[in-house]
């Protein structure tokens, strides 16, 4: 179940952090006297009742007039690209803003008891049709096999949380999900021939060269893509890759930060197959593909100089944050696509890969 993200906006010192540590009855924020304690989002994961898993933001004051505070008020500000809730408090004005942007908006009033505030913001969050991460590709009795690298990009002793929902999902969904890393991809094969294969993106080519061309196969990143974004367009930008020249500017946009290792898909892995089919080596000019990253919050507002931007799977983000971005995007008129389906079309085997909800090929077993 996707964290329902609630965000907390008002002038300086009109109490929003007090507010969030009395739902939560502990000291979350720090709550001071002096304009301005909170500078950056503050976010703290709680379980509300009536709402289960939420996530609450603490913002800075929109008026904070110091030297910092314009900045402040563009982080605060970009915060409504992640929020399905906004309590505001005492900025009338501000009240008017999330509603341009289809974002509930709950007011409240100094003296209101938390239990009336969370029944107010039962009464108006968004309510989703639930969506299966594997969609329509899986049925009660199926084999799922899932291919895991377990590499120097991988956590140590777990697993990422896009495999453990997958995992838990098939389990509830009455499939048999057996897990194997590429290095046992063929031992798993032998005993099995499962009605779907989901891997790892990084390792598509390779699993598509072991496996029947019709044995259905996906990734986490395009099961996410699914759930989370709009696959249509992330399909259709996708295209944008067999457009891009050698002196193109792509931007890759994380959902969270993180710190890079040297296997770092993103940065590392995306850019260098990109350079590799853009670029000319040897002649003039070869060496221009421009490649940004923005992390976090640090999408640009700007989107214009950009030919394409391909977007991370977005694990630990929400819907309405995938979905505001792709909205920019397609504002801006710049095509925007997803790791895994930017993966998979850099392998040449986009054409083949199964994608939920969109009536492409299970195998019969
Ligand atoms: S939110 Fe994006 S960048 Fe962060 S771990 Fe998940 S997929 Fe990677």
Do not use: W
Not at 316 to 324: E, K, W
């Amino acid at each position: 179940m996707e964290r329902l993200h609630i965000a907390f906006f008002g002038p300086v010192n009109s109490g929003k952090s007090t507010l969030i540590n009395a739902i939560c009855g502990q000291e979350v924020s720090l709550v001071s006297p002096v304009p301005g304690t909170t500078t950056d989002p503050v976010r703290k994961l709680a379980e509300l009742p009536g709402l289960g898993p939420c996530v609450l933001i603490d913002t800075a004051g929109l008026d904070d007039e110091s030297l910092l505070g314009a900045e402040r008020r563009r982080r605060t500000l970009a915060i409504l690209d992640q929020t399905d809730v906004a309590v505001v408090i005492s900025a009338p004005d501000f009240g008017t803003l999330p509603s341009q942007l289809g974002i509930p908006v709950v007011h409240y009033t100094r003296g209101e008891s938390v239990e009336s505030l969370l029944q107010r913001i039962i009464a108006v969050r968004p309510r989703e049709e639930a969506r299966f991460l594997t969609g329509d590709l899986v049925e009660s009795g199926d084999t799922v096999l899932l291919v895991m690298p377990q590499d120097s990009e991988a956590p140590k002793g777990r697993l990422i949380l896009p495999q453990v929902q997958v995992i838990r999902e098939l389990l509830d969904r009455g499939c048999n999900a057996l897990c194997c890393t590429p290095a046992s991809l063929a031992s798993a094969l032998e005993k099995t021939t499962p009605n779907l294969v989901i891997t790892d993106s990084q390792v598509f080519g390779l699993v598509d060269a072991a496996i029947p061309a019709d044995m259905p196969l996906t990734s986490f990143s395009i099961l996410l893509a699914a759930a989370k974004g709009d696959v249509t367009t992330f399909l259709e930008g996708a295209r944008a890759i067999d457009r891009l020249k050698p002196d193109s500017r792509v931007l890759i946009a994380e959902a969270c930060t993180h710190v890079p290792d040297t296997e770092d898909i993103g940065r590392i892995k995306i850019p260098a197959m990109l350079r590799r089919r853009v670029e000319m080596p040897g002649q003039a000019g070869h060496d221009q593909l421009q490649i940004d990253i923005a992390a976090g919050n640090d999408f640009p507002d700007d989107l214009a100089p950009y030919d394409l931007i391909i977007h991370c799977g977005a694990c630990i983000a929400n819907a309405q944050l995938v979905r505001a971005r792709i909205r920019k995007a397609l504002l801006a008129g710049v095509p925007i696509t997803n790791y895994g389906i930017a993966l998979a079309k850099l392998q040449g085997i986009l054409d083949r890969i199964a994608i939920p909800y969109s009536r492409t090929r299970r195998q019969s077993s």
